[in-house]
């Protein structure tokens, strides 16, 4: 993070070179982050000696790099640090201005908003259960509704059954 931070402030784009895991459990145990116009990409996984093509881009071979390694001490030590980059350094200015301070402030605003928002869904929440709610007494009585219904025809059957029966004359 620090290297990240600093490479933004002088104005160069970091890249993780190489990064060695322990065998027994996978964590890290050292890291080698360089500058992105380090360049030789062919070389960075074969160890050293590996054959590097000499090349004439102005962007590339630069080597500006930090090493870190977990020390025996369980502490992160820096073995290696070339400051010096072969290129100019080129600063955008939404960079520069996003120091670790911008950043703080900006978690903090974030940080503000989701709450707000939080608090917005509450109240979403809130009301989508009262409309819930209308829909059910609304249902309610509309279920009222056709069972009056139903028992007005009810009504209707023995009425039915007499007009019936009076067409088709007396029984007796
Ligand atoms: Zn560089």
């Known amino acids: 993070m620090f290297y990240d931070d600093y490479s933004r402030r002088l104005g160069f784009v970091m890249r993780v070179m190489s990064c060695r895991r322990s065998e027994k459990d996978g964590r890290i145990l050292a890291r080698r982050f360089g500058c992105n116009k380090e360049g030789h990409c062919l070389s960075i996984r074969g160890k050293f000696g590996s054959v590097r093509k000499p090349r004439t881009s102005t962007r590339e071979g630069c080597k500006a790099m930090i090493h870190v390694k977990y020390d025996r001490s369980s502490k992160w030590v820096i073995t290696k640090f070339v400051k ?80 019936l029966q009076s067409k088709q004359g007396p029984l007796f």
Do not use: G, M, W
């Open 84 to 163: 010096e980059h072969n290129h100019p350094l080129v600063v955008s200015p939404r960079e520069a201005r996003q120091t670790l301070d911008e950043k703080d402030k900006r978690i903090q605003e974030l940080t503000v908003e989701l709450r707000n928002k939080k608090r917005l869904c509450a109240a979403y929440k809130e009301q989508l259960d009262s409309f819930a709610k209308i829909v059910e007494e609304h249902s309610n009585r509309i279920a009222k509704k056709v069972e009056n219904v139903v028992n007005n025809l009810k009504e209707f059957e023995p009425i039915e059954l007499e007009l």
